[in-house]
């Protein structure tokens, strides 16, 4: 989930508890599982050309009512959820991490953080190597453009 950067807390109702999360910089993939999970937006997105980062704002931070979706839902492990004193609160968002996207070959448009492009090939999850130096759009019109160069071989043109 996105939401513009450096929102304030102003306004907001005095908490009884905070939570402070913190990410493993080793392991985090980058996949955004935790930010799309948050439900309240205290993870979030901020995006620049050629990088992509993840903020956490205690402020708006429940602990999914103990349940902690962003710490359950991560699949390496990279989060962790503690309470804190209200008192502990920072009082801005703070940067759990950050990360450069990858470039499209062809297009030169930034299309998946690299960090996340490596796990997705570690672990045998998306198609080989070469394919994945481009963006789905243009993975898309490369995979057009062969099928029509073998219909047209096939039609004998
Ligand atoms: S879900 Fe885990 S691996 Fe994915 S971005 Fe969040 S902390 Fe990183
Ligand atoms: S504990 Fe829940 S509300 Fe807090 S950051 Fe994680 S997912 Fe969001």
Same mark, same amino acid.
């Given at each position: 989930?996105?939401?513009?950067?450096?929102?304030?807390?102003?306004?907001?109702?005095? =908490?009884?508890? *905070?939570?402070?999360?913190?990410?493993?910089?080793?392991?985090?993939?980058?996949? %955004? =599982?935790? @930010?799309?999970?948050?439900?309240?937006? #205290?993870?979030?997105?901020?995006?620049?050309?050629?990088? @992509?980062?993840?903020?956490?704002?205690?402020?708006?931070?429940?602990?999914?009512?103990?349940?902690?979706?962003? $710490?359950?839902?991560?699949?390496?492990?990279?989060?962790?959820?503690?309470?804190?004193? @209200?008192?502990?609160?920072?009082? $801005?968002?703070?940067?759990?991490?950050?990360? %450069?996207? #990858?470039?499209?070959?062809?297009?030169?448009?930034?299309? =998946?953080? %690299?960090?996340?492009?490596?796990?997705?090939?570690?672990?045998?999850?998306?198609?080989?190597?070469?394919?994945?130096?481009?963006?789905? *759009?243009?993975?898309?019109?490369?995979?057009?453009?062969?099928?029509?160069?073998?219909?047209?071989?096939? #039609?004998?043109?």
């Amino acid at each position: 989930m996105k939401r513009k950067s450096g929102s304030s807390r102003k306004g907001r109702k005095p =908490m009884k508890e *905070a939570w402070r999360v913190e990410f493993n910089t080793d392991t985090c993939s980058l996949c %955004e =599982m935790c @930010v799309n999970r948050c439900p309240t937006q #205290a993870l979030f997105l901020r995006r620049t050309d050629r990088k @992509v980062e993840i903020l956490f704002d205690s402020g708006l931070c429940n602990g999914c009512g103990g349940e902690i979706y962003c $710490e359950i839902h991560c699949p390496e492990a990279a989060v962790t959820a503690t309470r804190i004193p @209200v008192e502990g609160l920072p009082s $801005e968002p703070v940067l759990l991490i950050a990360g %450069e996207m #990858a470039i499209c070959l062809d297009c030169g448009r930034p299309y =998946m953080p %690299e960090r996340k492009l490596a796990a997705l090939l570690e672990q045998g999850k998306i198609t080989p190597k070469p394919v994945q130096k481009f963006c789905p *759009a243009c993975r898309r019109d490369r995979l057009i453009d062969s099928y029509l160069s073998i219909t047209d071989r096939i #039609a004998g043109k």
